[in-house]
């Protein structure tokens, strides 16, 4: 488990793909409502309204969002994909997974969800404070890269992206490091992307492959998490003193 003072994390991602559902009834959707309401998200579910007038050439039907603005946390309801997504307020997974499965498995209940087919894990970490004086790439993450001496590499734009081999054929693992446009011409803004993908079909019924397959996959992320940061960028965030974690 990876502990920091200072979490550079800004978006979580648990994305969950299932076979498509039929459309839920509104007696369902207020079963929903009421449910959710009582693990915080009290948004109720707003639908978009067409005009007597006519069609509506910029009517876009999205996902069922419910919000709680309290744990910085949405669920957005597709017809055939869960997501699970969090902000800066993310805390830690042994304390959301609990909150993740039983809001799953409730919900699979009343959309009649039978078949996962895939899941996959994003987090966006976001790295404000690496120096732009003498700045280099390998002094923040442990990723050496070659290339001729004239050229003069712009660290505000930028993409690198690195797929990983897994031990599974049905695992997918990206890592990607990107700059942005840095809020001062003192510190460069750089985001940590990584990601991976289990493609694998499980019966709504396995409960515990599906937790042993979410678990499995958080722990390979949070491992690459500490080997990519160099110890320089541990000690900046004080993540256990920027040696053990």
Known sequence: MVHCLYPPIIKFILRINFAEIENPTIETLTDISRR???????????????????????????????????EGNEILIFRDSIYFQYNEKYSRWDEILPKIMNNFFYLSEKLNILLI??????????????????????SYFNISLEYLHEFDLDYSDFIIGLKLNTEEL????????RGLKPSSEEFYKIQLETHYEI?????????????SNLNYAHDILSNYFKLVLSERTKKMIVMDNGTNS
């Open 170 to 177: 049905d695992h997918k693992s990206i890592l990607r490091i």
């Open 36 to 70: 959710l309401s009582t693990e915080g998200y009290s948004e109720p579910i707003k639908i978009r309204l067409i005009s007597s007038k006519g069609f509506d050439p910029q009517l876009i039907f999205g996902p069922l969002k419910f919000l709680s603005e309290e």
């Open 117 to 138: 087919k895939n899941i996959s894990f994003d987090y966006i970490d976001l790295f404000s404070k690496f120096q732009q004086r003498g700045f280099d790439l390998k």
């Open 199 to 211: 493609t694998e079909e499980i019966e709504i019924n396995e409960r515990e492959q599906f937790q």
